[in-house]
């Protein structure tokens, strides 16, 4: 079963005057455990799509389907009940919440959910252990350089168990050393423990370490490329 | 308690700016509570001194005589009707009667119109301590022509102790009422204008000289708890048997008292309106930066799944923090400042006296501790509260999380 669906997907901006066709016609699966990126130029329309998968937006026209549920058409409140259970965000400005530390950061996702104290304890600690923060569970974002606000960020959204994670330019505010030793942390999760990834960029870097390379022109899907 | 945790955290996100805005919540409730314990404090006295002097707190009256204040109108208890009354409702302690009439006082060359009172001296001094205006001879010696009489109205008639004082009027049913009076007490009157005219005497005399045996002008009623009164005057008002007897609180009895405190706390009430006004901005300021400053981060919690009612709930958790902050900072300050008033009440100086006296009240402001003024505080801020909160939580429900996130 595809984790992502879309299907005859359409954004229309300013659709009653000079229409900006974001979204146009776009069908398009996502499997688990895949680590793809969306490319093309800016303004081709990456962002509009991703938010449309994530439920932040929702389309002029056709259907967004994620874990079997048609997300397009629920209430605003369920879409938000729906993002917290089954979707993870990684923002290109980190969007840490400034007065939380790391932990706090983190564990606010999981307390949201209502999951148990210990739990959260376990599963936050152990992930950002994992990506290399076990010293830094105290510090607050200011406290800590880009790539480490970024990993946070992506422990954040992993916390909550999502069936996949959305990001969009994760890297676009990194160096090359903390963009690296971010898309080799995600790959590593994708790898061993089966995290389905989309993201969206315009960084070579990132797009030579894609499975999959979905290109957009002008918010028409351009080309659909499987790697080995 | 996540929820709580973050809202703390965001108020010291700008120490400065929350300090601020706690001390202004601070510097409203002192303010309020100053204000209020003063006006409070100063209208207790004034009816104590105006109620204790002149109505009591409540009163019973013939019930032709609230129309029609005449001797005539007098009504008709002896002293077995007296204990009756107090034995048919057990709210009153005890009752102080009095007879009086306007009449003509002269001294060796002058006369003047004087109030004779006929009190009973042990319930009347019980009531309101006129023994302790006595300012020269005695509160009655036991004579059957005696009479003590205001200083004011000593100076003008050139009286003093042992001087004798005729007495001309009218009394009950047109009898002719006269007589000659020996002084042996002059007492200070606490109402300017009753010092210029009293007249006391033993009521057995009183009821002598205006020939209404056993008759009083009214009956005050002192309840056991001053705050009952009313209570005191409907029971009466409904018993059987007292039809032909009238009760009244002071509050009917003077109307123009209770129309002065109610002017007075009106003004109060106004400028306290205005600060909290005034305040309620200041605040308000402080919550619209701290929210439209943390847009981008509201859109964020919407989009990672944080529902619009829970953001609400941390800002208004702000809100409620700084503002009761400030109460109780506010309210702590002023116990001991209020405490040191209510034991040392601020003296008006020496001009004043006089025309406060007039009021009958002394030249001091007086505090009051009512704790009803401190939890009125807390609900009058928690009202301003949920005012000022409910403009940052509309935004948050309103917020375009695409717009916010982007910023
Ligand atoms: N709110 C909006 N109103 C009007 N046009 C928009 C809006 N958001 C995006 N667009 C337009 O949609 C197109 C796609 O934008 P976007 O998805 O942000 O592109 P990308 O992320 O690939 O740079 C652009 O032409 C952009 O100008
Ligand atoms: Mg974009």
């Not at chain 2, 109620?51 to 204040?69: H, I």
């Not at chain 2, 009422?177 to 009183?206: I, S, T, Y």
């Not at chain 2, 030249?363 to 401190?374: E, I, K, N």
Request: net charge negative; charged share 20%.
């Amino acid at each position: 079963m595809h984790v992502i669906e879309t299907s005859g997907l359409y954004k229309i901006y300013n659709e009653d005057t000079v229409p900006v066709y974001a979204v146009n016609d776009i069908s398009i699966q996502f499997d688990p455990k895949e680590f793809s990126c969306i490319i093309g130029p800016s303004g081709s329309g990456k962002s509009t799509l991703l938010n449309l998968i994530g439920g932040l937006d929702t389309p002029s026209r056709g259907t967004v389907t994620v874990a079997g549920k048609r997300i397009d058409t629920m209430s605003e409140s369920n879409r938000i009940r729906f993002r917290l259970e089954h979707i993870g965000f990684v923002f290109q400005h980190y969007n840490l919440i400034p007065v939380l530390t790391a932990y706090e950061n983190a564990a606010f996702i999981m307390q949201l959910q209502g999951r148990g104290e210990k739990e959260t304890r376990e599963r936050v600690t152990g992930l950002l252990e994992q990506v290399g923060l076990g010293n830094r569970l105290n510090s607050r974002p200011a406290e800590l350089s880009g790539g480490e606000q970024q990993r946070v960020a992506v422990v954040r959204a992993l916390a909550s168990k999502p069936d996949f994670i959305l990001a969009d330019e994760p890297t676009a505010n990194l160096d090359t050393k903390a963009a690296f030793n971010l898309l080799d942390m995600m790959k590593q999760l994708n790898e061993e423990e089966g995290i389905t990834f989309l993201f969206s960029t315009h960084d070579q870097r990132v797009i030579d370490r894609a499975k999959r390379v979905v290109t957009l022109v002008d918010g028409t899907l351009h080309s659909d490329e499987h790697r080995k | 308690m996540m929820l709580i945790k973050l809202a703390w955290r965001n108020l010291w996100r700008n120490k400065r700016r929350t300090w601020i805005t706690i001390s202004s919540v601070l510097f409203a409730v002192l303010l309020a509570l100053f204000l209020e314990s003063m006006d409070r404090g100063s209208q207790e006295v004034m009816v104590q001194n105006v109620v204790r002097f002149s109505t009591g707190y409540a009163q019973l009256q013939d019930t032709l005589y609230f129309d029609e204040p005449h001797i005539d109108n007098a009504m008709h208890c002896d002293d077995a009707c007296m204990e009756k009354v107090v034995a048919d409702f057990p709210n009153i302690a005890y009752t102080v009667p009095r007879l009086e009439s306007v009449a003509l006082a002269a001294g060796d060359e002058k006369t003047r119109v004087a109030f004779i009172t006929g009190i009973n001296y042990e319930v009347e001094h019980r009531f309101n301590e006129i023994g302790e205006r006595l300012r020269q001879g005695d509160f009655f010696t036991g004579r059957e022509d005696e009479v003590v009489i205001g200083t004011g109205l000593a100076q003008s008639l050139d009286l003093g102790i042992g001087d004798s004082l005729v007495v001309f009027g009218q009394g009950f049913q047109g009898a002719m009422a006269a007589g000659k009076f020996l002084v042996v007490g002059l007492v200070q009157h606490p109402v300017p204008d009753l010092n210029e005219r009293m007249v006391f005497m033993p009521l057995p005399q009183a009821q002598k000289l205006f020939d209404a045996e056993n008759r009083l002008n009214h009956l005050k009623l002192v309840p056991h708890q001053l705050r009952h009164h009313q209570r005191v005057v409907d029971a009466i008002n409904e018993h059987p048997g007292y039809e032909e007897l009238q009760a009244y609180t002071w509050e009917e009895l003077q109307p123009e008292l209770v129309k002065t405190i109610e002017f007075d706390q009106a003004g109060t009430l106004m400028f306290l309106l205005i600060l909290y006004i005034v305040i309620g901005f200041g605040i308000f300021g402080t919550i619209l930066t701290m929210t439209l400053e943390r847009e981008k981060e509201f859109g964020v919690l919407i989009s990672v799944g944080m529902q619009r009612h829970k953001l609400a709930q941390v800002i208004f958790t702000e809100t409620l923090f700084m503002n009761f902050m400030g109460v109780i900072l506010g309210v702590l300050t002023a116990i001991p400042l209020l405490l040191y008033f209510y034991f040392n009440p601020i003296s008006l100086g020496e001009g004043m006296e006089n025309m406060m006296a007039e009021y009958g009240m002394e030249a001091v402001l007086r505090f009051s501790l009512d704790p009803q003024f401190f939890y009125q505080q807390a609900i009058i801020v928690f009202g301003i509260s949920m005012l000022i909160v409910s403009y940052p939580v509309v935004r948050v429900f309103r917020l375009n999380v695409l717009n916010a996130a982007r910023k």
